[in-house]
């Protein structure tokens, strides 16, 4: 059987002129990087996008270490809509080198569903999360300069929260010191800091969120990096670098346009993450395939109860974007895993665990039902899967109301997510779904998080530390009380434990830190034992990489 990069260098795809014809641009709409990838300009974008498509949501159950097969289903349908005559446009993520040499591989699809070209996209594609590294560290340079500069602005080092960055598992940059040095212009001035992963940068989900140039300046302008030792923050924007951040991120905006292995277009742009951040593409990108297509596709980080909830109560709150209507990816095998099947153990991949395990699916299309969405359950096919059980979860389904189709996209392509395409079509022609978010705006800050706790993740409660309960008082002093927020929590569960799957019922989330991201507009409650940089597993996908002696990449994923 041939691997992903093997089915991707033998595609028969066309240039990117020929892909971008298809939705009325011409190669002098385009900034070309080589043949096969694009940015399209906004002004392109504001002048010559004018539909409003009905936008389609993909999001999963929570994930399993059996594969969900979440972005497989996200092309493939993609692929399938046009393999029904539908003008569809995608709008996908941008993978992080982090998880491509880690644990989790890139976020190209597999098999006949993926994003060409995949190699390139995993890895450097157009540099959009160096810029973002670049003008994060250079924010962060900036600032430690200033402190070296007799202080002009009164921080207390001691109070900085502006951390470095880079895209790469690192654990052991999670909590450094600084300013080592024999004085302070050898070394700088000494006091603790740290490294996250370039997706969990503010700067990730401020690049998601813009809508214009104007609109990236006044949020990072807002970016809170310090406070003074009268206890009050410190900005971006007067530090009088956000010029120069600017001129970094001037490409980096624009996004990126590639298709998948049938020709279809999509726009690849942004990439924070939805256990750390908020785990969605681009408002730009998103809203140019709906711009573009009578149809369109996009995918949110993880599962509902991360990039779904995420989605909903960040970006659709922020942008005005309204979906039309939600698909929940599971896989027999993950389901059975939730219902206590054990990977080492192939006879516990028993119906009765496919019975047990499909609490999690009720609970992530319970989820998107409460923001008023009309959902469909795509089962993602594996070979090895047994009729019965199928038919298990399509009566389940049923049973729920919920709509069930069965989607064979990976050994297929488009034609195996015909029926899924033609699903979705159907359910986009019934009544047009009004968005009822998970909060009000003018909930306090506690009560949106236990608002998410309690609906979403199904919690009995809220506990949160001293320093958390500190902080949030002062966010409210500072007049941030009124953002909404943007939970970090391991993606392996429900709750804040990664070890607990299914839905887990008597637990309460335990919120241990409160950051601000008030360029991004959004509050950040920690919890659990979440990292906002992730470590390298035993044994990372980075060791099973290679480069051959005539340039051929081999063993990327």
Not at 37 to 51: E, S
Request: aromatic share 6%; net charge neutral.
């Amino acid at each position: 059987m041939q691997t992903d990069i093997e089915i991707a260098e033998s595609a028969k795809v066309r240039n990117i002129t020929e892909i971008a014809a298809q939705i009325g641009l011409s190669s002098e709409d385009l900034e070309q990087y080589g043949k096969y990838i694009a940015k399209v300009p906004l002004d392109v974008l504001n002048k010559k996008g004018t539909k409003k498509g009905k936008l389609v949501l993909v999001t999963a159950v929570t994930p399993t270490p059996a594969g969900e097969g979440k972005t497989v289903t996200t092309i493939s349908l993609i692929q399938g809509l046009a393999k029904i005559g539908k003008k569809v446009v995608g709008a996908l993520r941008e993978p992080s080198m982090g998880p491509t040499f880690g644990v989790k591989g890139g976020a190209t699809g597999g098999g006949m569903s993926q994003v060409y070209p995949m190699w390139k996209i995993d890895l450097e594609f157009t540099g959009d999360i160096h810029a973002v590294s670049a003008a994060h560290n250079l924010l962060s340079a900036v600032l430690e300069n200033n402190l070296v500069r007799d202080n002009p602005l009164n921080i207390d080092p001691s109070r900085i929260v502006w951390k470095k960055t880079m895209d790469m598992n690192a654990r052991e940059l999670r909590h450094i010191v600084v300013g080592l040095g024999d004085s302070k212009l050898n070394g700088g001035v000494t006091h603790e800091s740290g490294f996250l992963i370039t997706s969990a940068s503010e700067i990730s989900a401020i690049l998601a969120l813009s809508t214009d140039y104007a609109d990236l300046r006044k949020r990072l302008e807002s970016i809170v990096v310090a406070y003074t030792y009268d206890k009050k923050p410190v900005t971006a924007g007067q530090l009088g670098c956000v010029g120069s951040m600017m001129v970094i991120l001037r490409d980096a905006l624009m996004p990126n346009l590639v298709q998948t292995l049938e020709g279809q277009p999509v726009f690849i742009h942004g990439f924070p993450f939805a256990n750390i951040a908020h785990g969605n593409n681009s408002v730009i990108a998103t809203k140019a395939a709906m711009a573009f297509g009578d149809y369109a596709v996009t995918e949110a980080g993880f599962a509902a109860d991360l990039g779904g909830e995420k989605f909903m109560d960040i970006v659709c709150r922020q942008s005005g974007i309204r979906p039309s209507a939600v698909v929940v990816v599971a896989s027999i095998r993950a389901l059975m895993m939730h219902g206590g099947a054990d990977l080492k153990n192939p006879e516990s991949f028993t119906a009765d665990a496919l019975a047990k395990g499909m609490a999690n699916l009720d609970k992530h299309v319970a989820n998107m039902k409460g923001y008023g969405m009309p959902v469909v359950v795509s089962i993602n096919h594996f070979y090895t899967d047994d009729p019965e059980h199928i038919a298990m979860v399509r009566s389940h389904c049923k049973d729920i109301g919920a709509e069930c189709v069965m989607s064979d996209g990976f050994l297929k392509g488009g034609e195996g997510a015909v029926e899924l395409a033609q699903k979705v079509v159907e359910v986009l022609e019934g009544p047009k779904p009004e968005l009822q978010f998970c909060y009000e705006d003018g909930l306090s800050v506690k009560q949106k998080i236990e608002s998410v706790a309690t609906k979403i993740y199904g919690a009995d409660g809220v506990d949160y530390s001293p320093a958390a309960e500190k902080t949030i008082a002062q966010l409210v002093d500072q007049g941030y009380g009124g953002l909404p927020v943007c939970i970090a929590k391991t993606q392996y569960s429900l709750s804040d434990n990664a070890e607990l799957k299914g839905a887990p019922k008597g637990w309460r989330l335990n919120v241990r830190e409160v950051n601000l991201s008030a360029g991004a507009g959004f509050i950040v409650p920690v919890c659990g034992s979440i990292m906002l940089m992730p470590g390298l597993a035993k044994e990372p996908a980075a060791l099973k990489i290679e480069l051959t002696d005539d340039g051929k990449i081999v063993g990327l994923k």
